[in-house]
């Protein structure tokens, strides 16, 4: 037969090893979910780091547009930019992923052409910007003022608000605030 006590200290023994496995693999748990936080607030922090500088400078250059117009300029400003978002892709929150297609259409509504600068070789090789227009361009230049109020709230968010942050995207936003709206879409 078998001693009680014995068997006692047995079972005693076996609760606490498999306690103290259980509670290696919390903690190890927890501590890898927190530096996967810290990890993630790092590169949303430096991918907003990244994007700030070049929408500024797209933001200058279209309140100068009308007596600073260098394609060259544009041209460089806009792969810089552009250049940011594809590095961001991976960390912006799903309602500003459409950042580079919004700014494109921006600048092309104000700027012609030299917004496809990426993608199109002739273009990147020089070019003509669209005749000044003064409501394109101030209208580009306060949707860029929007996408990078965006970007700085997404980049001070709290890491369980940062993902919901949004963007509208430019053509919604000309509906939204009546500046065209050619299908009749923003009408009740």
């Avoid at 041209?75 to 700014?103: G, Q, Y």
Wanted: overall charge neutral; some cysteine.
């Amino acid at each position: 037969m078998v001693d009680p006590t014995l068997l006692q200290s047995s079972l005693a023994f076996i609760a606490t090893v498999v306690a103290a496995f259980v509670g290696t693999l919390v903690s190890y748990r927890l501590e890898s979910r927190r530096k996967e936080r810290r990890s993630y607030a790092k590169r949303r922090f430096e991918a907003a780091g990244a994007l700030l500088p070049p929408l500024k400078d797209m933001r200058r250059l279209c309140r100068d547009a009308e007596h600073e117009r260098s394609f060259l300029e544009w041209a460089t400003s806009l792969e810089a930019a552009f250049d940011a978002i594809d590095d961001a892709r991976h960390v912006l929150p799903p309602k500003v992923r459409h950042l580079k297609r919004s700014l494109r259409a921006a600048i092309g509504e104000a700027m012609g052409e030299v917004s496809w600068v990426d993608m199109l070789p002739v273009v990147a090789d020089g070019g003509e910007l669209a005749p000044y227009d003064a409501v394109w361009s101030s209208g580009a230049a306060e949707y860029i003022d929007i996408a990078i109020g965006a970007v700085r709230r997404w980049r001070d968010a709290k890491e369980r608000d940062a993902d919901r942050v949004s963007l509208i995207d430019f053509d919604a936003w000309l509906r939204v605030t009546g500046r065209y709206d050619p299908a009749g879409l923003g009408k009740p």
